[in-house]
T-cell receptor
Framework: DAKTTQPNSMESNEEEPVHLPCNHS???????IHWYRQLPSQGPEYVIH???SNVNNRMASLAIAEDRKSSTLILHRATLRDAAVYYC???????????FGQGTILTVHP | DAGVTQSPTHLIKTRGQQVTLRCSPK?????VSWYQQALGQGPQFIFQ???????QRGNFPDRFSGHQFPNYSSELNVNALLLGDSALYLC?????????????FGPGTRLTVT
């Protein structure tokens, strides 16, 4: 499985944008980039995914580097509810397993 | 619409015993995946069931087995429990529209082996 590298932790203030980076230098041409997050005492939840182009949805934006070796999850205005562990995952099939790493612990300050 | 449900919420077992965990997928989903999450770690993939067959398996011993029923619900069985099997066991379902590839996770079953 292609590997991803994320910072162990990041901090943000409420109402400010947050940029969560992910490096995936060994990504293959068919790997999709997925982001999931896990709030305290809950199962992970899907955030966003993309292949080559930048993607937006109601939760976040995903910016993918032109060479696809890195990506950034953007939360436009962090809220206290966004405090969670964020996982960047490469997925080689549409139905396949999710391979979670350590993720980034995001702390949001009021 | 109920999401993914899992039972029981918590479970305490003794080494050597066997345990069965249950999962009901989100309505409209036909695929169930199971994950193990040790404290402080990310979830680790155990296996995935589709059309009542194991479609993909992670690096877990044969003590871990599963089943999917015609109504798409699933069970995870673990035999000969070890202390190291203590973890949060997560079930995820997928296959629904309009986003068939997203996995929706349940709240998990916390298993403690003493």
């Amino acid at each position: 499985d292609a590997k991803t590298t994320q910072p162990n932790s990041m901090e943000s203030n409420e109402e400010e944008p947050v940029h969560l980076p992910c490096n995936h230098s060994t990504i293959s041409g068919t790997d999709y980039i997925h982001w999931y997050r896990q709030l305290p005492s809950q199962g992970p939840e899907y955030v966003i995914h993309g292949l080559t182009s930048n993607v937006n949805n109601r939760m976040a934006s995903l910016a993918i580097a032109e060479d696809r070796k890195s990506s950034t999850l953007i939360l436009h205005r962090a809220t206290l509810r966004d405090a969670a562990v964020y996982y960047c995952i490469l997925r080689d099939t549409s139905y396949g397993k999710l391979t979670f790493g350590q993720g980034t612990i995001l702390t949001v300050h009021p | 619409d109920a999401g993914v449900t899992q039972s029981p919420t918590h479970l305490i077992k003794t080494r050597g015993q066997q345990v069965t965990l249950r999962c009901s997928p989100k309505s409209g989903h036909d695929t169930v995946s199971w994950y193990q999450q040790a404290l402080g770690q990310g979830p680790q993939f155990i296996f995935q069931y589709y059309e009542e067959e194991e479609r993909q398996r992670g690096n877990f011993p044969d003590r871990f087995s599963g089943h999917q029923f015609p109504n798409y619900s699933s069970e995870l069985n673990v035999n000969a429990l070890l202390l190291g099997d203590s973890a949060l066991y997560l079930c995820a379902s997928s296959g629904g529209q309009p986003f068939p590839y997203e996995q929706y996770f349940g709240p998990g079953t916390r298993l403690t082996v003493t």
